[in-house]
């Protein structure tokens, strides 16, 4: 890792550092009936344990000019935006200097594929400012400022707890009050893992909201009782809901397969090119069910990805 001098480092600032999680696609995806009565789009999220960008802020000398953050690789654009609105929101509300500063992203996820990758380097950057200023914002507020910077987020900030998420808004429509119950889920790839343009995914129809709020209510009750199966039901009603709008020709294999090899459903990316098999408790690669799966995956050329454990699932 690449340091600054302690001399050009601010006194009230350190070297900030930010983490933020992976997901694997949405449990949940649709159009509900929203606080106001009126359509609102919203997701509940696959969380992974395993961490999705990694971020360093390198605080320099305050400045009257204009914030300037050069970013690292110089591609994250959104997460350089992201920082600059902090520090100024920082400097706006609790009087903080205005930094320049050099952020250094470490994304480990593929863009596209329906993972987080952008909202996770915005969530990294953004704590990574925080932890350098000595700043904690909360994660409504984290929420609203990745929404301003890229139009839409996923609610990594909100981690680990299970909420019903309006991606186009930051806010939390519903908190369902449980983390979910351990599970695992065997990743592959569909469409040739072609990348997906979020914003550019069609939104859903307003006409299917009865059916959205119908498994918005059977996912509260399943996640609060930790009905495993129930959950799996709901993740492989939305796959199929969102063929309407990113067609899987995949999705009746997928949808065999699990059923063949004591999966409890299938969830998907709704705006990417991923998809899973979900199976109950925290398994390993060895384990016969994923063995078996990946093997049937791969036989019907769908390309396997790995394993990986639900965050605080276990």
């Known amino acids: 890792m690449t340091t600054v001098s302690r001399r050009r480092c601010p006194s ?4 900030g550092w930010g983490i933020a999680h992976a997901h694997h696609g949405e449990i949940l995806q649709g159009i509900f009936t929203g606080p106001d009565g009126e359509p609102c789009q919203g997701l509940v999220t696959v969380p992974l344990r395993c961490a999705g960008s990694e971020a360093f802020f390198y605080p320099e000398a305050d400045t009257d000019g204009p914030i300037r953050v050069r970013v690292e690789p110089s591609d994250r654009v959104y997460a350089a935006q992201a920082a600059t609105a902090l520090i100024t929101r920082l400097h706006h509300i609790h009087g903080l200097p205005r930094y320049h500063g050099r952020l250094v992203i470490q994304g480990r996820l593929p863009i596209g594929a329906g993972m987080g990758s952008s909202s996770s380097d915005v969530l990294a950057a953004l704590r990574a400012v925080g932890n350098a200023m000595r ?3 909360c994660p409504d507020e ?5 929404v301003s910077i ?11 707890r299970t909420v019903l998420f309006a991606q186009r808004l930051g ?3 519903e908190d369902f009050g449980a983390l979910l119950p ?5 990743s592959c790839r569909t469409g040739g893992g072609a990348p997906v343009e979020t914003l550019a995914c069609p939104p859903p129809t307003p006409a299917l909201i009865p059916e959205y709020d119908r498994l918005r209510h059977t996912l509260r009750q399943a996640v609060v009782d930790g009905d495993i199966h129930t959950i799996g039901a709901v993740a492989t009603a939305s796959a199929e809901l969102n063929q309407e709008r990113l067609p899987r020709p995949e999705l009746t294999q997928l949808r065999a397969i699990a059923a063949g090899h004591g999966a409890v459903g299938v969830q998907v990316a709704h705006s990417g090119s991923v998809a899973g098999l979900l199976f109950p408790g925290s398994l390993s690669i060895e384990d016969p069910q994923i063995t078996d799966s990946a093997a049937s995956l791969e036989h019907h050329g769908i390309p396997v990805l790995g394993i990986h454990p639900l965050l605080d699932g276990g």
Not at 142 to 146: E, I, T
Not at 182 to 186: E, Q, W
């Open 171 to 173: 806010e939390v429509l």
């Open 182 to 186: 351990p599970m695992t889920v065997l």
């Open 12 to 15: 009230r600032t350190r070297i």
């Open 150 to 160: 890229e139009g839409a987020c996923d609610p990594l900030a909100h981690l680990p």
């Open 142 to 146: 984290l929420s609203r400022l990745a």
């Open 135 to 137: 700043a904690c914002p």
